[in-house]
């Protein structure tokens, strides 16, 4: 049996000194109960908890960790680039080296930004966007994140059009109602908002492929209205590819969609799961930032030497041939599994699946926005996760979040997560 008598411990220390006892809420296991594992090391696609227990992962660090923890040329280049230095604060050619490759990866990006997180990225895309057109308002989709800056702490207000209300304490009213909140997949509301307001609108920012309402992919058509609408009302569209980036594909969901945004932003992938984000578009929005222009962003650690020399070597892993391939072959089958196993136990469920990213919804109806999301069962999902959990399986600890696939999970880890699955199906059917 489990024991977690170490993480429960290191837990109430936690709490002494942290708020909350972690760093980031999700950590603390809320949605599903229990103690959160504190963690004292990972490789490949296994995880190991300070009670040594070993888990496989499909966490992977919240999505950065496509080639699985600590690969080889990522910590190499780690270790070498401390070496030289931990951060300079001038500039170095490795993130002219990061950025060409970026850009080399996205034809839509032309000029980076190198920041510290997605939070960041989004942020300052959103600045730019305003800045650059002069308007204020802006348009993001119920259910998605984009980080945790102001403006994007934002739910709709009662009515379609009405403005937005903030999601947070803190977060000014003034400034959450210049964010609209329309439903996902929907681009009829889209079309309206933008024939009342588009004048006033700056940008419409998006999760390609939504990953954060648990992962939902953009319905046919989606993406490609979005980007005929903005470009009719003179707003820019941003995509937030913070997960979707060098994950669904090299060259992100723009790539495997075919839609071309005018912003896109970058995360912890870039990082290879360093403190890493960006943002990107065409020279003639990116050359309003400081230094050439006048929209303002900076950050002393930003572009720091540790971070792109391990950005490097993870796109390097992700640009040997049959990465995606292999990625595709291995979500497949653990989706086919956890669907088998859920017929078998008569669990109803709907899986959503974009490549490497998939959630498993505990609901019967097809899921398309986050209403609809909604209506899972997180109870059910909550009992699955500690389930799997019980059986060495390291699940993402809320119904509304994707299990990430990496290269290093082997088909061996696949077999042995479905046959978990297929017990704690079966256990809760019979609850
Ligand atoms: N955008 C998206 C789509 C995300 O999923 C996240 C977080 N996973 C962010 C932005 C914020 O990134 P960070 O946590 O690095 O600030």
Known sequence: MKQVT??????????????GGVNSPVRAFKAVGGTPLFIESARGARITDVDGNSYVDYVGSWGP?????????????????????????APTELETALAREVCRA????????????????????????????????????????????????????????????????????????????????????????????????????????????G????????LEGLREVTRRHGILLIFDEVITGFRVAYGGAQALYKVRPDLTVLGKIIGGGLPVGAYGGPERIMGQLAPDGPVYQAGTLSGNPLAMSAGLAMLAILRKAGTYAA?????????????????????????????????????????????????????RYARFFRGMLDRWI??????????????????????????????????????
């Open 394 to 431: 390291y699940l993402p600890p809320a119904q509304f979040e994707a299990f990430f696939v990496s290269t290093a999970h082997t088909y061996g880890e696949i077999e042995r997560t479905v046959r978990a699955a297929h017990q704690v199906l079966a256990e809760i059917a019979k609850a």
């Open 65 to 89: 960790l496509i080639a699985g923890h600590a690969p080889a040329p990522v910590v190499r280049a780690v270790a070498e680039a401390a070496r030289r230095g931990t951060s300079y604060g």
């Open 106 to 213: 996205f034809p839509a990006i032309e000029r980076v930004r190198l920041v510290n997180s997605g939070t960041e990225a989004a942020m300052s895309a959103v600045r730019l966007a305003r800045g650059v057109t002069r308007r204020d308002r802006i348009v993001k989709f119920d259910g998605g994140y984009h980080g945790h800056a102001d403006s994007m702490l934002v739910r709709a207000g009662s009515g379609a059009l009405t403005f937005g209300v903030p999601t947070s304490p803190g977060v000014p009213a003034a400034l959450a109602e210049l964010t609209f909140t329309l439903p996902y997949n929907d681009l009829r509301a889209v079309r309206e908002l933008c024939e009342r307001h588009g004048g006033e609108i700056a940008a419409v920012i998006v999760e390609p492929v939504a990953g954060n309402m």
């Open 6 to 19: 170490r993480s429960r411990r290191a837990f109430a220390e936690a709490r002494k000194v942290l708020a």
């Open 327 to 379: 990625l595709e072959r291995k979500a497949d089958a653990l989706a086919r599994g956890l669907l088998v196993a859920a017929n078998a136990a008569g669990v109803p469920v709907t899986l959503n699946r974009v490549g490497s990213m998939m959630t498993l919804f505990f609901a019967e109806r097809p899921v398309t926005d986050c209403a609809s999301a909604n209506h899972s069962d997180t109870q």
């Open 215 to 222: 992962v939902v992919p953009p319905a046919p058509g989606f």
